[in-house]
């Protein structure tokens, strides 16, 4: 029976627990994207909590983009030496960490795009955000496969254990593989086999920069949940190929902001029944590939997920909102307290300024 404190490898990566936290965004990194002593204690609090391994929030890759209001960067090669300091901490205490290489695309306020480059697979307003990115040319294409590898071989050169392409959410890739957002005509659209193609090439041109042996993950939607969205076949196509061309793990998601009410990232949960929203995705390409599957989304309870592992292809459990909630849930799972993670998945974590628990911001607020 496998146990969620097994300590198993894949890619020559050990694990001393099958709990991966989910990326996440943490919102207090500097202006241009540098390690602040807020996101230090963050990942260092995570570490301590006993997690197995933790992928960071998305990490932009190039700054002709805006950046999102302190969200992280590996855009040139000032951010290796902090970078360093922050895994050696995480490193003391027997955990992984993965740095989540994205491109946002259309994905940003408006107010905060001036005189930065806007990209999508076509000029397509983003249904949520309101913002019409220009349609990327087959050089600024080109441009952001090579800022992706670049940002790579930074993260390999920093000692971060891996990587993982962030191709889910609505984000830049998750756009090129979403029909709605993809009307190009050439190459890059149409089949599936087309607006992946982003994808594909993206993973090579990292891994001939990092190398054959060096762990790399991806991060997919299972379906968009939205009209004319990419579908969970389409999704396993992908996955499929990947496969072949040598990821080591997918994590399995889905939706976005353009997704239908309550079948985005981020659902609520009022009942057992509603947890573990993407695992039947995450079971059904368990059983398709031959890499290890993790499944992300309201996971809660520590003999469902239990179960989950046993019952189904999936190795690995990722978590983001408990987290949050309670950076050391998965010591106290293993101390022996088995009760559910004290999440209620309210969603008023996410905000601007840094993303909080309710509950922990109400502990900070409390007179002494």
Not at 190 to 196: D, F, H, P, Q, V
Not at 202 to 215: L, N, S
Not at 253 to 272: H, M
Not at 330 to 340: A, F, H, L, P, T
């Amino acid at each position: 029976m496998k146990s969620l404190f097994d300590q198993t490898e894949f890619a020559g990566l050990k694990l001393k627990n099958r709990f991966i936290r989910s990326a996440t965004y943490d919102g207090v990194a500097d202006e241009g994207g540098h390690v602040t002593e807020e996101l230090f204690q963050i990942y260092e609090n995570l570490a301590k909590g006993g997690v197995g391994t933790i992928i960071t929030g998305l990490t932009a890759v190039t700054d002709r983009e805006q950046l999102s209001p302190g969200q992280m960067g590996i855009y040139d090669d000032s951010f290796i030496t902090e970078y360093k300091r922050l895994i050696n901490v995480i490193h003391q205490h027997d955990t992984n960490i993965i740095v989540q290489l994205a491109s946002l695309g259309s994905q940003n306020s408006p107010s905060e795009t001036t005189g930065k480059v806007v990209w999508g697979p076509s000029a397509v307003e983003d249904s949520n955000y309101k913002v019409t990115p220009q349609e990327m040319t087959l050089e600024d294409i080109s441009f952001l496969q090579t800022a992706f590898a670049d940002a790579a071989l930074r993260a390999q050169k920093a000692g971060f254990d891996g990587i993982q392409l962030h191709a889910a959410h609505g984000y830049l890739l998750s756009k090129f593989l979403t029909p709605y957002y993809n009307r190009r005509t050439d190459n890059y659209g149409g089949t599936i086999e087309n607006r992946a193609r982003m994808i594909f090439e993206t993973y090579q041109a990292i891994r001939e920069k990092v190398g054959p042996t060096y762990p790399i993950l991806i991060k997919i939607n299972s379906d968009d949940f939205m009209d004319d969205g990419m579908s969970f076949e389409e999704c396993k196509y992908v996955c499929q190929k990947l496969t072949a061309l040598g990821i080591n793990a997918v994590e399995i998601s889905g939706g976005s902001p353009s997704s239908r009410l309550n079948e985005g990232v981020v659902r609520g949960i009022k009942a057992p029944e509603q947890e573990e929203y993407f695992k039947r995705y995450a079971a059904e390409i368990g059983q398709e590939i031959h890499v290890p599957v993790i499944a992300v989304g309201g996971n809660r309870e520590f003999t469902s997920i239990t179960k989950l592992i046993n019952e189904l292809p999936i190795e690995y459990i990722a978590l983001s909102r408990p987290l949050i909630c309670e950076s050391d849930l998965i010591k106290r799972w293993q101390d022996g307290d088995m009760k559910s993670a004290k999440c209620v998945s309210c969603n008023k974590c996410f905000r601007r300024g840094g993303t909080l628990c309710i509950f922990n911001r109400r502990k900070q607020s409390a007179p002494q």
